[in-house]
């Protein structure tokens, strides 16, 4: 995963927290369970799900995309809609990383 993530990050694109486990993802039409990777740079936030078979997801959200972050029910909100919420943290911890995404949102 180091290599993969290693190659999603821009020329002096550092990484600021990262967390992996299973987040709730509401798109507004019924939830669902997904297991992934957010990382969060100092520029943009990267969306990394590994699926069976070696189907790799890869979405970029920049932060200008987010619309709310609530740090206290783990979860923030994207412009489009769609909320994420972190269930089950299997590495990382959450409220640290919505401080930091929290923190590159309004830089």
Known sequence: ??????SLLLPGERIKSRVTGTFELDE???????FGTLIATDS???WLTKYPFAHKEIIIHQY????HID???SSFSFHKGVTM???WV???DMKDFLQAIK???LN
Do not use: E
Request: with cysteine; net charge neutral.
């Open 1 to 6: 995963m180091n290599n993969l993530t290693d």
């Open 28 to 34: 507004g039409v019924g939830i669902c369970f997904v």
């Open 44 to 46: 943009r936030l990267i």
């Open 64 to 67: 200008t995309d987010i619309s």
């Open 71 to 73: 740090i206290i029910h």
């Open 85 to 87: 919420k972190g269930n």
């Open 90 to 92: 299997t590495s990382g």
């Open 103 to 105: 923190f590159c949102s």
